[in-house]
């Protein structure tokens, strides 16, 4: 581990031994080329997040890829998100650009810039693919989190992301079944890998949930100076808190109306009010 602008730059285990098996097999060049390509494509998504204000713990290689560590402190709206998504991509589209001009001006071995160009694509287009952790799975659900419950959001782009990666897990097989190509080991690993990272992540949607209420205070804050104008939830006094508080939307402030069975208002209360003693309910509970 090493630290880069007070960046943590971190090496998966298995990307070392892939390195070093790489030595052995004589495509040193060709994975490092690739780790270059996939850090700089990682550095754009740190850079935009840093720029829009955001916190950047760490990037970490991965056998498959890397990931940039982006601390969520209320800050990380579906914009900002779907831009920080975008500037991995943008780099690798600018890095076949600046290689395209190597090439027209006869500068460097024409092979091993045609190598750059196609890396730097497939990187860009594989992690557009809309599955999570990819970016693009990224992109749609911060778009479908405009729209639907944060909540819901979550529980269903991981779910459509695990049946996604089982079917890329299914295809390598029925490959290897069929006899076409004998077993594509390569796609039957990165669909074991989104698998397992998308099943990860489903177990920790209610963590990621309680942060995302523990961040709403900023949230009120926005709307507040906007002026903008709330959202209304209709809920009943014995319903659960809980299941109010996933009705609630990331880029919208809300209102609770607390209604009888005559259809009457009782209450008004801010979602502040909901959050405050959904934690203190959990609290003494302990």
Not at 13 to 36: D, K, N, Q, R
Not at 148 to 155: C, G, I, N, Q, V
């Amino acid at each position: 581990m090493i630290r880069l602008w007070g960046v943590r730059i971190s090496l998966h285990p298995f990307f070392v031994i892939i390195m070093l098996a790489s030595l052995a097999t004589g495509h040193f060049i060709e994975l490092i080329t690739l780790f270059a390509i996939v850090f700089i494509h990682e550095c754009g998504h740190a850079a935009a997040a840093a720029l829009l204000g955001c916190r950047v713990l760490s990037i970490q290689m991965l056998p498959f890829g890397g990931v940039a560590v982006i601390e969520d402190g209320g800050r990380l709206t579906a914009g900002r998100e779907i831009i920080i998504a975008l500037a991995g991509p943008l780099q690798n589209i600018l890095m076949v650009g600046i290689t395209m001009l190597l090439q027209y001006a006869n500068l460097g071995d024409p092979v091993f810039l045609k190598y750059i160009i196609q890396g730097n694509l497939l990187i860009a287009l594989f992690n557009l693919l809309p599955v999570l952790p990819l970016d693009g799975g990224k992109i749609v659900q911060a778009l479908v989190s405009l729209i639907a419950p944060y909540y819901t959001t979550l529980m269903w782009t991981y779910r459509i992301s695990i049946l996604c990666s089982t079917g890329v897990i299914l295809f390598a097989i029925s490959k290897w079944i069929t006899g076409d190509y004998g077993l594509p080991l390569n796609i039957l690993l990165i669909g074991l890998f989104l698998f397992y990272s998308n099943v990860t992540d489903y177990r920790n949607v209610p963590y990621r949930f309680i942060r995302f209420l523990m961040n709403r205070e900023g949230a009120f804050a926005h709307h507040a100076a906007t002026g903008s104008l709330a959202q209304p939830i209709i809920s009943f006094p014995a319903k659960p808190l809980d299941t109010i508080l996933r009705l609630l939307k990331r880029e919208k402030y809300h209102m609770v109306y607390v209604m009888n069975r005559q259809g009457r208002i009782m209450a008004v209360l801010p979602e502040q009010r909901i959050i405050g003693s959904y934690f203190k309910q959990n609290t003494d509970k302990l």
